[in-house]
């Protein structure tokens, strides 16, 4: 099931991807998704009704909300919130997804620097091996695939037979040119009627490396690359190619250079 749970995601999600409208990017180091962990919205009394889930775009194909502690399914643990996402009654497969606007960033992601970091806790019922799987899918501006990446929830085996979720997570490089991400959470049923398949706080973090106050690349941070940016950002020479941008503001101007003097002060990264 491993495989063919990230194989038949990344298939169905070019369906889901265009239900609803685009949640956007807004900074790093922030989880972009919404409602990670089910919270928002109404739970199904059993799991064997569908319920709206806000925020997340389904097909209608069982994919549900339970609370924990419902009989038959994971009590709650430390972190977990009150609800989960779950496969669902008549299952086969499951599927929910999000598409995030990346454009925002465009700047930081066209370096190929940027970073990520997916997680989540996936898991299943005693010694079913139903089980939970999340891709990533990456696009262009003009919305062609330039990349995917995945994670895989434990098998039966791997939580000890035990109806609970594990903490899942996987990290990897934004590739660059990404304007926007589709997260497929998918649910395959192995055994019996209902689709155990379990999963909740789901998170996607984009994370910039550290910014480099050398802006004169001379092997030191101090008063010349204060100096060297005021005279790139006056339209002077820039011989080292550095970005005048050093806030990620968008533009080069006076909030640059104080970005540069608090960090050379010792002050954190914009």
Known sequence: MKTSS????????????SIGGLAQAQD????????????????????????MIPNWDTLDD?????????AGFPAAFSGSGQKFFVGGNNAQFSTASQTI?????????????????????LGGAGNQDDN?????????????????????????????NQTKLLHRMTMGTVPAGARSVTLVLFMARNVGPFNDASADNVSLVLS?????????DDGVADQGDVDYLINVIAGGGNPNNADPDFNNDGVGDQGDVDAL?????????P
């Not at 990230?6 to 991807?17: E, N």
């Not at 990533?136 to 990349?147: C, H, P, T, V, Y």
């Not at 608090?262 to 954190?268: L, P, Y």
């Open 6 to 17: 990230v194989v038949r995601a990344a298939v169905l999600a070019a369906g889901v991807a």
């Open 28 to 51: 790093y180091n922030i989880n972009l998704i919404a409602n990670p962990g089910a919270e928002e919205g109404p739970a199904s009394p059993n799991g064997n009704t569908i319920v």
């Open 62 to 70: 069982g994919f549900t909300v339970v609370a924990y502690g419902t």
């Open 101 to 121: 606007d990346l454009t925002p960033l465009a700047q930081g992601l066209d370096t190929g620097a940027v970073t990520f970091q997916l997680a989540a806790d």
């Open 132 to 160: 939970a799987s999340i891709t990533l899918l990456w696009a262009d501006g003009a919305g062609n695939s330039i990349g995917t990446s995945g994670l895989q929830g434990p098998l039966a085996g791997e939580r000890g």
């Open 208 to 216: 910039r490396p550290p910014c480099n106050p050398d802006i004169n």
């Open 261 to 269: 003097i608090n960090v050379i002060a010792g002050g954190a990264c």
